[in-house]
C-alpha cells in the first residue's frame, strides 16, 4: 500500500462523489452461478464434489492451531470458527486502528501480526486462501451488508470510479462490459455481472481456489491493463463497490467456475 | 542489376511501414488513403480477425469465419460490413472506432493516446501494425453480404 497508490484513490474519490449509481435494480442481479453449466452448478451445491471445501477443511485445522511468537491459535482468541458468521458479510471494513478499510484476507493477516505475532502470510498463499475459505464459509447464505460507516463512503466512491474507466491498450472500463454488456457472450464466456458473492472461488481453469483480487487481477491482464499489485487500495477500493452493488445478495462461497 | 536494387529496397521498407506513429489523414468519417500506400492482403486480413490473440475480433462480433467456434455476440455481425461500408470508412472505424461512436466498447486497433494504465508489454504500441490494418480492412472490405 505505497503512499503514490493511496493518492492514486485519494485523487480518485475527489472526482467521484457524485459518481452515478449503476447497479442494476435488486430483481435483475443475478449471481455468476446461473451462467454455469448445470453440472458446475451441481459440483458448486455439493459439499463433497466442491473442490473449495478441501481449502475450507484445511482453514478449519488452521483455526486451532498456536501460531507465532505470542503462540495463540484463532480459536484462543475468537473461540469456535462459527462465531465468525455474518463477518465475510460486511467486508471490506475498517478494523481496528488501520487507518485504511481491508479486505477479509487482509484483516486476517492483520490478526496474524498484531495478535499471533506472526508473518503476515503472502496474497494467494495456501494458509491466506484457507483461512479465508474457512471464515468466509460461516456467512453461508447471508446477505451481503456492507456497514453503514460513513468513512468508507469515499472509499466505495474510488471503487465506482475505477469500474467506469476506461484502462489498458483495449481502452475497456469494467462496466462496458459488466454492466453494458452482462449477459452477453464474449467467445465462450457469458460475460457475468460481476457479484463478488462466491469468493473465493474453485476455478478450474487455474486448478485452484483464488481470491477475488486474483479474478479482478485476470480482468486487467484481458483488458492488457497493468495490474495492480496484490493487496493494493485499488482492489480494497474496487472490492468495496462490488459489496455495495451485492448488497443483500446470498454469499455462496466457496464458488465454482469454469 | 537495376531493377535487382529497386527490388531489394522495396523488400527493406517493412521497418518504415512498421511505425506505429504513422499518420493518417481523417476526411469526414474516413481515412481514404491506405496506411502503407499499398493495398492489404484479404487472405491475411481474414486470419488476422480469426485469431483470438491478435484480431481479437471474434470475442466480440460474429463473422463469416464457419470455422472459428465460440463467437462473441456483443457487436454487430462482420458479414456484409464491406457492403454496409467504404474501404475509408472500415479503415476508420478499425484505427479508432471512437470518432463514431465517443463510448463503443470497440478498442482503438491504432491509437497509441489517451490510454490510461497500458500493460508495460503493449505500452505504445498499437493493437494491430499498419500492414495489419490494411489486411483486415482488405478483408472486411470483401464481405459484401
Known amino acids: ?258 | 542489376m537495376l531493377l535487382g536494387a529497386i527490388v531489394a529496397a522495396l523488400l527493406a521498407t517493412p521497418a518504415l511501414a512498421a511505425d506505429p506513429r504513422r499518420p493518417y489523414v481523417v476526411n469526414g468519417d474516413e481515412i481514404k488513403a491506405s496506411l502503407t500506400g499499398r493495398a492489404g492482403d484479404p487472405a491475411r486480413g481474414r486470419a488476422i480477425v480469426a485469431n483470438r490473440q491478435v484480431g481479437l475480433c471474434l470475442l466480440c462480433h460474429t463473422g463469416p469465419i464457419p470455422e472459428e467456434r465460440f463467437q462473441g455476440d456483443l457487436a454487430p455481425d462482420l458479414g456484409g460490413a464491406g457492403g454496409r461500408w467504404t474501404e475509408g470508412q472500415l479503415r476508420l472505424r478499425v484505427v479508432d472506432a471512437e470518432r463514431f461512436n465517443p463510448t463503443t466498447i470497440m478498442p482503438p486497433y491504432f491509437r497509441t493516446e489517451k490510454l490510461a494504465r497500458v500493460a508495460k508489454a503493449f505500452a505504445d504500441k498499437p493493437i494491430l501494425s499498419a500492414e495489419q490494418i490494411e489486411d483486415v480492412v482488405a478483408y472486411l472490405a470483401t464481405l459484401k453480404d
Open chain 1, 1 to 258: 500500500m505505497s503512499l503514490g497508490s493511496a493518492g492514486h484513490v485519494l485523487l480518485g474519490l475527489l472526482v467521484s462523489l457524485t459518481a452515478p449509481a449503476l447497479a442494476q435494480a435488486p430483481g435483475e442481479r443475478r449471481s455468476g452461478y446461473h451462467d454455469m453449466s448445470p453440472s458446475l452448478q451441481a459440483m458448486q451445491d455439493d459439499e463433497i464434489a466442491n473442490p473449495g471445501m478441501l481449502w475450507v477443511l484445511d482453514g478449519e485445522a488452521m483455526w486451532n492451531r498456536k501460531q507465532g511468537a505470542a503462540a495463540k491459535s484463532c480459536a484462543d482468541c475468537h473461540g469456535a470458527v462459527s462465531t465468525m458468521a455474518g463477518v465475510a458479510a460486511r467486508y471490506p471494513a475498517f478494523s481496528g486502528a488501520n487507518p485504511r478499510p481491508v479486505d477479509l484476507a487482509q484483516r486476517i493477516n492483520l490478526c496474524r501480526t498484531d495478535n499471533q505475532k506472526a508473518d503476515a502470510y503472502p496474497y494467494e498463499s495456501k494458509e491466506l486462501l484457507s483461512l479465508t475459505a474457512v471464515v468466509t464459509r460461516q456467512s453461508k447464505d447471508l446477505p451481503i451488508a456492507p456497514p453503514a460507516d460513513p468513512r468508507l463512503a469515499p472509499f466505495v466512491a474510488a471503487g465506482a470510479d475505477l469500474f467506469t474507466q476506461r484502462q489498458g491498450q483495449l481502452n475497456l472500463s469494467c462496466a462496458q462490459c459488466h454492466e453494458d454488456n452482462a449477459g452477453r457472450k464474449l467467445a465462450a464466456a457469458t460475460i457475468p455481472q460481476a457479484h463478488p458473492i462466491g469468493y473465493p472461488i474453485y476455478r478450474l481453469e487455474w486448478q485452484s481456489l483464488g481470491s477475488l483480487q486474483r479474478r479482478l487481477r485476470n480482468c486487467l491482464i484481458g483488458m492488457r491493463a497493468e495490474p495492480y499489485a496484490y493487496g493494493a487500495d485499488e482492489y480494497v477500493a474496487l472490492e468495496l463497490y462490488l459489496a455495495s452493488r451485492a448488497r443483500g445478495m446470498p454469499i455462496e462461497a466457496p464458488g465454482v467456475r469454469p
